[in-house]
């Protein structure tokens, strides 16, 4: 038996799509736009930065940053997003979701200036400062991770809610081509201003001093699109389903959404109360009920997260590196530092407008036709064919002529990421938890999504370098090369393929069918109810009342047989 629906929360269940929920998806778009843009622009100038602060005038080739710098360099902002994601998701139950949503963007944006602005007289204070700084950018943007997925879920009709949490998702396909665009700009306007020879011709000359302002340009760009947002954020009222179902108050709530959907709602606080209490609707993360109702569900979207985020990092991070092995970006040496920048951020400027944004945006047009579970169970699906059709004949992508065949089946996978598991992740545990640990549910599944980012990041690194001493980067240790690397990142998508049928499908129904919130306490009584019921139905049987009548129908019986 269901418990009866408030008002507002079946209106906004049935509600049409309106104004305000594309204002909401650009309101939270935005934020992701700057996420995206603010952990993978780094990428493009990490060779710069070798360039610039580790030149060394003996070597052959251009200078690299060493290995325990590059790694906390990729790496440090998603130590931060981790543990952004757990603290404000927290928080985002604890205090309502509006409270905490302009801190994560008044913090993302302090960040992204800081980063560009990192100083120091040695390179070691440079680096250190740089990730001093992105570290508090990570833990702004982690904050944006279950506040934006929480806020669009409770915001949108039960029709259309996954296109809409896809949809503030995908900004983040628009935010990887914006560093990528924004690169290329910067690099070409530096090159013409100040042309330079290729490192094999004038080593030091190959490196003019102004290419210092690049990287912290593009760096510092990302703090534009937070600054932009940061008002309609504030304006934003809290979603009804915190106002209600964990704050208590349908007043507040009623009013809110009223404000919204221009319609009338009636308070309802007594129905509010009902909703809101029996064992049913106040255990905790920790309680045997929850491990129970949704165990298996947060199993199944933080593994799958951490399985999605080890591929789909380390690919994105690394691009520039397995570009350079099949020769698709020319050897370093044969170049000028601000031409790097700009080879590169061409390669991942390509890649994000041919497969990762249409990815996303094929997510947004099909996640509310054909569900949840088989959008992600087919991507993982595509991701393994595509990764083990690069890495077994890997030999064969080498070769100058199908290079283009490489870089197609390459795109592939992010193709099949984006339309797939990266973007059902991030929907899905804001659809099946209940209000009050929503977000808590939400920022547990993204950090452990991060916490794979982290082992992409940082195991990427060394393992893809070559198995031959005399061929790995300077300061790297030989490792299992990109063929090997290539295949144990097909073994990892396979395992996220398997994990994925721990997930529940949540197309069309409500949040608190999906939660159990709906639930009604009757539905499924707990064991002291059941033994009031059988204390009394006992207590019946033996009452003196029931006993004499027993008493009478057993004696009519025997004079209806005496002869």
């Given at each position: 038996?269901?418990?009866?629906?408030?008002?507002?929360?079946?209106?906004?269940?049935?509600?049409?799509?309106?104004?305000?929920?594309?204002?909401?998806?650009?309101?939270?778009?935005?934020?992701?736009?700057?996420?995206?843009?603010?952990?993978?622009?780094?990428?493009?100038?990490?060779?710069?930065?070798?360039?610039?602060?580790?030149?060394?005038?003996?070597?052959?080739?251009?200078?690299?940053?060493?290995?325990?710098?590059?790694?906390?360099?990729?790496?440090?902002?998603?130590?931060?997003?981790?543990?952004?994601?757990?603290?404000?998701?927290?928080?985002?139950?604890?205090?309502?979701?509006?409270?905490?949503?302009?801190?994560?963007?008044?913090?993302?944006?302090?960040?992204?200036?800081?980063?560009?602005?990192?100083?120091?007289?040695?390179?070691?204070?440079?680096?250190?400062?740089?990730?001093?700084?992105?570290?508090?950018?990570?833990?702004?943007?982690?904050?944006?991770?279950?506040?934006?997925?929480?806020?669009?879920?409770?915001?949108?009709?039960?029709?259309?809610?996954?296109?809409?949490?896809?949809?503030?998702?995908?900004?983040?396909?628009?935010?990887?081509?914006?560093?990528?665009?924004?690169?290329?700009?910067?690099?070409?306007?530096?090159?013409?201003?100040?042309?330079?020879?290729?490192?094999?011709?004038?080593?030091?000359?190959?490196?003019?001093?102004?290419?210092?302002?690049?990287?912290?340009?593009?760096?510092?760009?990302?703090?534009?699109?937070?600054?932009?947002?940061?008002?309609?954020?504030?304006?934003?009222?809290?979603?009804?389903?915190?106002?209600?179902?964990?704050?208590?108050?349908?007043?507040?709530?009623?009013?809110?959404?009223?404000?919204v959907l221009q319609v009338q709602f009636e308070s309802e606080q007594d129905k509010v109360e009902v909703m809101t209490t029996g064992d049913n609707q106040n255990y905790g993360l920790f309680s045997r009920q929850f491990?129970?109702?949704?165990?298996?569900?947060?199993?199944g979207t933080a593994s799958t997260w951490f399985l999605l985020d080890i591929a789909f990092y380390s690919q994105n991070l690394f691009q520039k590196d397995i570009f350079s092995s099949i020769g698709w970006i020319p050897?370093?040496?044969?170049?000028?530092?601000?031409?790097?920048?700009?080879?590169?951020?061409?390669?991942?400027?390509?890649?994000?407008?041919?497969?990762?944004?249409?990815?996303?945006?094929?997510?947004?047009?099909?996640?509310?036709?054909?569900?949840?579970?088989?959008?992600?169970?087919?991507?993982?699906?595509?991701?393994?064919?595509?990764?083990?059709?690069?890495?077994?004949?890997?030999?064969?992508?080498?070769?100058?002529?199908?290079?283009?065949?490489?870089?197609?089946?390459?795109?592939?996978?992010?193709?099949?990421?984006?339309?797939?598991?990266?973007?059902?992740?991030?929907?899905?545990?804001?659809?099946?938890?209940p209000a009050r640990l929503r977000s808590t549910c939400h920022g547990i599944s993204a950090a452990s999504g991060k916490a794979g980012a982290i082992v992409g990041a940082f195991g990427f690194l060394y393992a893809a370098?070559?198995?031959?001493?005399?061929?790995?980067?300077?300061?790297?240790?030989?490792?299992?090369?990109?063929?090997?690397?290539?295949?144990?990142?097909?073994?990892?998508?396979?395992?996220?393929?398997?994990?994925?049928?721990?997930?529940?499908?949540?197309?069309?129904?409500?949040?608190?069918?999906?939660?159990?919130?709906?639930?009604?306490?009757?539905?499924?009584?707990?064991?002291?109810?059941?033994?009031?019921?059988?204390?009394?139905?006992?207590?019946?049987?033996?009452?003196?009342?029931?006993?004499?009548?027993?008493?009478?129908?057993?004696?009519?019986?025997?004079?209806?047989?005496?002869?």
């Amino acid at each position: 038996m269901a418990k009866k629906q408030l008002q507002v929360l079946d209106a906004l269940d049935a509600a049409k799509t309106q104004w305000y929920h594309f204002t909401a998806i650009v309101i939270a778009g935005m934020g992701f736009f700057t996420d995206a843009y603010d952990l993978f622009c780094i990428s493009l100038v990490t060779k710069l930065l070798g360039r610039i602060y580790y030149f060394d005038p003996t070597s052959a080739k251009p200078g690299t940053l060493p290995p325990n710098v590059s790694a906390a360099v990729n790496g440090v902002a998603f130590c931060g997003t981790l543990a952004g994601q757990l603290f404000f998701g927290w928080l985002g139950d604890k205090m309502g979701r509006k409270r905490v949503y302009g801190l994560t963007l008044l913090l993302m944006f302090v960040c992204s200036v800081a980063s560009g602005l990192s100083f120091g007289k040695s390179p070691t204070a440079v680096m250190a400062t740089l990730c001093f700084f992105r570290f508090w950018l990570g833990f702004g943007i982690g904050g944006d991770y279950p506040l934006s997925a929480t806020i669009m879920s409770e915001y949108a009709n039960k029709r259309t809610r996954g296109a809409f949490i896809a949809a503030v998702f995908a900004m983040q396909g628009f935010g990887i081509l914006a560093g990528g665009i924004v690169s290329i700009i910067v690099s070409t306007a530096f090159d013409k201003r100040f042309p330079a020879p290729a490192y094999q011709f004038d080593k030091a000359g190959s490196t003019v001093p102004q290419a210092d302002y690049i990287w912290r340009i593009i760096l510092m760009f990302g703090s534009f699109p937070a600054a932009l947002t940061y008002y309609w954020r504030m304006q934003m009222p809290e979603t009804a389903r915190y106002t209600a179902l964990v704050a208590k108050n349908a007043k507040q709530a009623a009013a809110d959404m009223s404000k919204v959907l221009q319609v009338q709602f009636e308070s309802e606080q007594d129905k509010v109360e009902v909703m809101t209490t029996g064992d049913n609707q106040n255990y905790g993360l920790f309680s045997r009920q929850f491990l129970k109702k949704h165990g298996l569900h947060l199993l199944g979207t933080a593994s799958t997260w951490f399985l999605l985020d080890i591929a789909f990092y380390s690919q994105n991070l690394f691009q520039k590196d397995i570009f350079s092995s099949i020769g698709w970006i020319p050897k370093a040496e044969t170049m000028n530092a601000i031409h790097e920048v700009y080879r590169i951020a061409r390669a991942q400027t390509l890649i994000a407008l041919c497969s990762t944004v249409p990815g996303y945006w094929f997510t947004v047009f099909f996640i509310d036709v054909v569900g949840r579970f088989a959008i992600q169970l087919m991507g993982f699906f595509f991701m393994t064919v595509f990764m083990f059709a690069l890495a077994i004949p890997y030999n064969h992508w080498k070769q100058p002529d199908h290079r283009i065949g490489f870089v197609v089946m390459y795109a592939l996978t992010f193709f099949f990421a984006n339309f797939g598991p990266n973007a059902t992740t991030f929907v899905v545990p804001a659809e099946i938890f209940p209000a009050r640990l929503r977000s808590t549910c939400h920022g547990i599944s993204a950090a452990s999504g991060k916490a794979g980012a982290i082992v992409g990041a940082f195991g990427f690194l060394y393992a893809a370098q070559s198995r031959d001493p005399t061929l790995t980067d300077h300061g790297y240790p030989p490792g299992i090369g990109v063929k090997n690397a290539l295949i144990v990142l097909g073994v990892v998508n396979a395992l996220g393929f398997l994990f994925t049928f721990l997930v529940p499908e949540s197309k069309g129904r409500s949040l608190e069918e999906m939660s159990g919130e709906a639930e009604d306490e009757e539905a499924q009584p707990s064991a002291e109810s059941r033994s009031a019921r059988t204390a009394s139905v006992q207590y019946e049987v033996l009452s003196p009342a029931t006993t004499e009548r027993l008493s009478g129908n057993m004696a009519d019986t025997a004079d209806d047989l005496d002869p």
